[in-house]
């Protein structure tokens, strides 16, 4: 058994923006731009995605996944890094993972441990919307902490 803890905190908080990404969770409502002749009691909200993008099995398989696969990399280990790696992520419309981001990194090779693991996934079930499959951009929290 690995003797480090790495335990992914938030799973599934997803960024958006209206260049075709979804979000997960609740529905975030989005208004439509106003036109300079309506009234704005006429603006509708609709829902920004119909299906979100599914790892295969779940939250809970992934967490199982990322827990079995990620590995406390030697350099954080010697040096005594702990703390926090956060990245944003997509989900393409064919499922695979693909333009990674580190939107915060603590050194010592834990963001390309991060990495490495988020490309060895399984292809997800993409996010569908209006028929269509859609790019999902996501955000995760890793934890890197010695147990």
Not at 104 to 112: A, D, L
Not at 137 to 143: A, Q, T
Request: proline share 5%; aromatic share 10%; hydrophobic share 45%.
């Amino acid at each position: 058994m690995k003797t480090l803890a790495i335990t992914l905190v938030l799973i599934l908080i997803t960024l958006t923006s209206m260049k075709g990404f979804a979000t997960n969770g609740a529905p975030l409502q989005i208004y439509k731009a106003i036109p300079s002749n309506s009234q704005v009691g006429s603006v509708e909200p609709f829902r920004l995605y119909e299906n979100v993008a599914l790892f295969p099995g779940g939250d809970l398989a992934l967490q199982k996944y990322i827990q079995r696969n990620m590995n406390y990399p030697l350099i954080a280990k010697q040096q005594g890094i702990e703390g926090k790696v956060i990245i944003s992520m997509v989900i393409d419309e064919f499922g695979s993972v693909c333009d990674i981001e580190i939107i915060q990194g603590i050194g010592g090779g834990c963001e390309e441990e991060v990495i490495r693991v988020l490309l060895s996934m399984p292809d997800w079930k993409p996010t569908i919307q209006a028929g269509h499959y859609i790019k999902t951009r996501k955000l995760f929290s890793f934890d890197f902490q010695f147990s």
